[in-house]
């Protein structure tokens, strides 16, 4: 019983910082348009908008603390805003296998299986693409 409110206890937090990091990802295309840019975006049409499982962006929740929420780092960790969906994929099992040395990397990495981190890596470039 105690494991069980325990476990949905841990559950309303992930929904919680969930629903949070959607206000904040949401947030910013909601914020008004540079008024020197607005004649240029207007004219063009806006690239429609990527979609990818919600479980891979709480997945990803846990990279945001060092990759930031669209995969623009700060300070010297790299960014992997931009990056394609295989690239990150690739990276992250090359991780987890240990085929690619890293510092923190692979700790991370080992704590997903390769499908999660699929849906980590296409979070990614969803987020990457809809924050241009
Ligand atoms: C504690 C900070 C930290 C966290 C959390 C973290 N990373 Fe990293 N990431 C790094 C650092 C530092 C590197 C450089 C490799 C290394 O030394 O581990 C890196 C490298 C990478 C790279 C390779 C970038 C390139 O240029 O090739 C990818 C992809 C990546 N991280 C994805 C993720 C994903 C996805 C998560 C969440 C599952 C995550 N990281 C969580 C710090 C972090």
Do not use: W
Not at 33 to 42: C, H, I, L, N
Not at 75 to 87: D, H, L
Request: aromatic content about 6%; proline content about 5%; glycine content about 6%.
């Amino acid at each position: 019983m105690e494991e069980y409110i325990m476990a949905v206890k841990q559950e309303i937090r992930m929904t919680i910082c969930a629903l949070f990091f959607t206000v904040i990802s949401t947030g910013s295309s909601m914020l008004p348009v540079d008024s020197s840019a607005s004649t240029k975006s207007a004219k063009q049409l806006p690239a429609p908008k990527l979609e990818s499982s919600p479980r891979g962006q709480i997945l990803a929740l846990s990279c945001a603390s060092c990759h930031g929420t669209d995969g623009k780092s700060a300070g010297i960790i790299p960014s992997i805003n931009g990056f394609s969906a295989e690239y990150i994929e690739t990276a992250l099992k090359g991780f987890k296998t240990g085929a690619r040395p890293s510092t923190v990397m692979s700790r991370h990495a080992k704590g997903y299986t390769d499908d999660e981190l699929k849906l980590i890596a296409e979070y990614f470039v969803t987020v990457s693409h809809n924050t241009k």
